[in-house]
């Protein structure tokens, strides 16, 4: 069997970490038991709907078939991501699944993954992040599960290591910014690194061999006292030489991929670049006028909304959030439909809202006739399908 850890910054379930999910488990045998901890949001009241959405997204993506599982014995590939870190460690050391995960580095058999919350319990501390971000606790560190130890690395984890989604305020470093990290660092126990997981970001260790990548759209940050070295997307080095970066070295390393080698792989954009994208030229769509490119560009957001359904990250540029901005387009394209030819326009929004109404969105689909009918069309349904008409003054 082969021996990996996989650690992510964030993105597990999304497409911009398909590939390296697909990497790790081609190796497995033929009926690998494969396996969803569930534990970091276990306390959260959609804890099915996440496991379901985790469960869809490696099936269809990787081809993997996950079990929910609390304990990891038997299983050839093992997967936890977002919730709690605190949560997901005092239920791991009273179960002994943080026993069980340490013995699967040890022993460098089977494929473990380990994203954002559940990342965050991997080192020798962990941040606590709902208690300090959220709560208002005084900056401090709970133990970790301490998978790197045996792994001859003395740090601690941080997964969404560039966040950026507080705007005025600093989010970096899963959600601590500078000021509470620095003070953080100093009650590190000696000789303790810092490894930074930027979003979107994997790194990759093979158990046996010792090499190490780190794959995706940002780097690892190994950050000790007074010296700061960023491993970016691509680098392609080995576990000693990032335990001597660790340890404060700064040579050893083997330079990321010249751009031609990474340009083959480049990760797909994130939904919130897509968002903010389809609105840019929404506007300007709308600003000259195009209604049918705007039209098309609707439906393309809510084709990618259908991609990254399986999504269980919950931070700013999610699902919701680009839900919220279809329904902001399709308002605005009613406003803007009797400016222009209607057929070009309305047509496209039909075949939208009968895909939305098989699909069982019936809230979306009610919501795109009623701004319809504010641009001046009037949608009927009939036994022989929808028919439309411009509305009568």
Not at 86 to 91: C, F, G, N, P, S
Request: net charge negative.
């Amino acid at each position: 069997m082969p021996g990996s850890l996989v650690l992510m910054g964030s993105g597990e379930t999304s497409p911009t970490m398909v590939e390296v999910h697909r990497a790790v488990a081609r190796g497995l045998r033929a009926g690998a038991r494969a396996v969803l901890l569930d534990t970091p949001y276990a306390f959260q009241e959609n804890a099915a709907d996440i496991s379901a959405r985790a469960r869809r997204y490696f099936a269809r993506s990787v081809g993997l078939d996950v079990e929910p599982a609390t304990g990891v014995t038997g299983a050839d590939w093992v997967f936890s991501g977002p919730g709690s870190p605190t949560y997901a460690l005092d239920r791991w050391a009273a179960s002994g699944v943080a026993g069980d995960l340490r013995a699967r580095v040890r022993s460098r058999q089977g494929v473990t993954v380990l994203a954002s919350a559940a990342a965050c319990t991997a080192g020798l501390a962990t941040v606590p992040v709902y208690e300090i971000y959220k709560v208002g606790a005084e900056p401090h560190w709970r133990e970790g599960i301490g998978l790197l130890e045996p792994l001859g690395l003395r740090a601690v984890l941080i997964p969404h290591f560039d966040n950026a989604e507080g705007g005025t305020h600093d989010t970096r470093y899963c959600y601590l910014g500078e000021r509470r990290l620095s003070r953080m660092e100093r009650e590190l126990p000696p000789e303790t690194a810092v490894l930074g997981l930027d979003e979107h970001t994997a790194l990759i260790i093979d158990l046996e061999s010792e090499a190490v990548e780190v794959a995706g759209r940002g780097g690892l940050t190994v950050r000790r006292p007074g010296a700061v070295s960023v491993l970016p997307a691509g680098t392609r080095t080995s576990l000693a030489a990032v335990r001597d970066l660790a340890a404060g070295a700064t040579s050893g390393v083997v330079p990321p991929l010249p751009p031609a080698a990474r340009a083959a792989a480049e990760p797909a954009v994130t939904l919130e670049e897509t968002i903010r994208s389809c609105e840019q030229s929404f506007e300007d769509a709308v600003g000259k006028p195009d209604l049918a490119a705007a039209a098309r560009l609707v439906l393309d957001l809510e084709a990618e909304i259908v991609t990254w359904a399986a999504d269980t990250e919950e931070d700013a540029g999610g699902v919701d959030q680009a839900r919220e901005l279809m329904r902001l387009l399709i308002a605005r394209l009613g406003e803007a439909a009797p400016a222009a030819g209607l057929r070009p326009l309305v047509e496209p929004l039909l075949d939208l809202r009968a895909r939305l109404r098989g699909e069982g969105r019936y809230e979306i689909a009610d919501a795109l006739r009623a701004a319809m009918a504010r641009g001046g069309v009037t949608v009927e349904d009939t036994p022989a399908g929808p028919r439309w008409s411009p509305a009568t003054v």
